[in-house]
């Protein structure tokens, strides 16, 4: 049986969803319909992944052909940077609704605490500073709106979330964050945990680096499993929702088959030793024109 966990809105976010990023638009249909056919009910996008149309395209035929119900689906999307200007967030959410054909999302996330010029890329002369409390009284708005069932934010370290909590009228449902065994996330989890904000995982995979972890494969090995499900299985008994990324059939479905059996005590321990390090760093958003000079200062320290 697929899990799920506990939002503080009183829904519930499917333990594995998909991951859309890096998906060209001509694969994305296909890997979703295959995805959502194998069980998944949660589909991570964003408009930054340059695919949310062929998305949308893809759910309207899973629910024309009846494979799922929009109620059985979890749909999360992000608001990107050069749209955290509270008149620019109601016109992005919309944009995002009309690409995936759908009009609310389970899940919208501000997609970093990074801000570039409207309409612009990433290129350091774009960076501008963040007004964080006053992006979020507008994501507070979609969710009154219903627009949005829940909110978010992504790549927030301990200080960032602290920051927001205390002023936030509706308190961020999640943190979606790097998290997989090479970057375990320890403090933020129990920050996240302590403060009902669910910890989900992007890079569950640490991008496939945490497949060829020496530790992971001999634990995969005592276990019969592989890799990818022992590094997935580890982050559900964390008590966070992953979400891969794989556009192979057989890999989607060994991805999500990671329900009837747990990892013991003592392999969760030697999972806890993995040397740590953070593997997605975000260095375009450090730069003397940024507010942020330094990696400490993207990472309050976390790196
Ligand atoms: N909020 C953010 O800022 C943010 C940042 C990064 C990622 N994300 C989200 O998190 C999702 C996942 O992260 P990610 O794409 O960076 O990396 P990931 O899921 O950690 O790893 C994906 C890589 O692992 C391979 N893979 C997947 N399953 C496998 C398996 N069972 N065995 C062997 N290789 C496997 C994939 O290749 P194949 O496709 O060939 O299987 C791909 O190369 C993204 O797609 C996105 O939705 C969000």
Redesign the pocket.
């Known amino acids: 049986m697929a899990g799920s966990f506990a939002l503080n809105t009183g829904a519930s976010i499917p333990s594995v969803?998909?991951?859309?990023?890096?998906?060209k638009p001509e694969v994305v249909g296909d890997t979703i319909y295959a995805a959502v056919k194998a069980g998944y009910r949660h589909i991570?996008?964003?408009p930054a992944?340059s695919n949310e149309t062929e998305v949308g395209l893809a759910l309207k035929k899973l629910f024309e052909d009846g494979v799922a119900k929009r109620e059985e689906l979890f749909i999360t999307s992000?608001l990107w940077s050069g749209n955290h200007a509270p008149e620019d967030v109601p016109e992005a959410i919309d944009t995002t609704l009309k690409d995936l054909q759908l009009d609310y999302l389970d899940l919208f996330?501000i997609?970093?605490p990074i801000r570039i010029r409207k309409g612009t890329t990433h290129i350091p002369e774009n960076l501008i500073p963040t007004d964080i409390p006053a992006t979020w009284g507008a994501m507070e708005k979609l969710y009154d709106s219903g627009k949005a069932r829940a909110i978010g934010v992504?790549?927030f370290t301990c200080k960032k979330m602290e920051d927001l909590l205390a002023v936030a009228r509706v308190p961020p449902a999640v943190n979606?964050?790097?998290c997989?065994l090479i970057w375990q996330q320890a403090k933020l989890r129990e920050l996240c945990q302590s403060r009902g904000v669910h910890l989900s995982a992007?890079?569950?995979?640490?991008?496939?680096s945490?497949?060829s972890n020496p530790v992971v494969i001999s634990v995969a090995e005592k276990l019969q499993k592989?890799?990818?499900?022992v590094a997935l299985r580890w982050s559900l008994q964390m008590g966070q929702s992953v979400?891969?990324?794989?556009?192979?059939e057989a890999?989607?479905k060994?991805?999500f088959d990671i329900f009837d059996w747990s990892i013991p005590k003592d392999l969760m321990a030697e999972l806890s030793g993995i040397k740590q390090e953070r593997l997605?760093k975000a260095e375009f958003a450090v730069h003397p024109l940024s507010i942020y000079k330094t990696l400490e200062d993207l990472w309050d320290g976390e790196i």
């Open positions: 969803g998909l991951g859309t990023w890096q998906i991570d996008c964003a992944y992000k996330l997609h970093g992504s790549n979606q964050v790097e997989h992007h890079s569950p995979l640490g991008e496939a945490v497949l592989t890799p990818a499900q979400l891969p990324k794989s556009t192979n890999r989607i060994e991805n997605l």
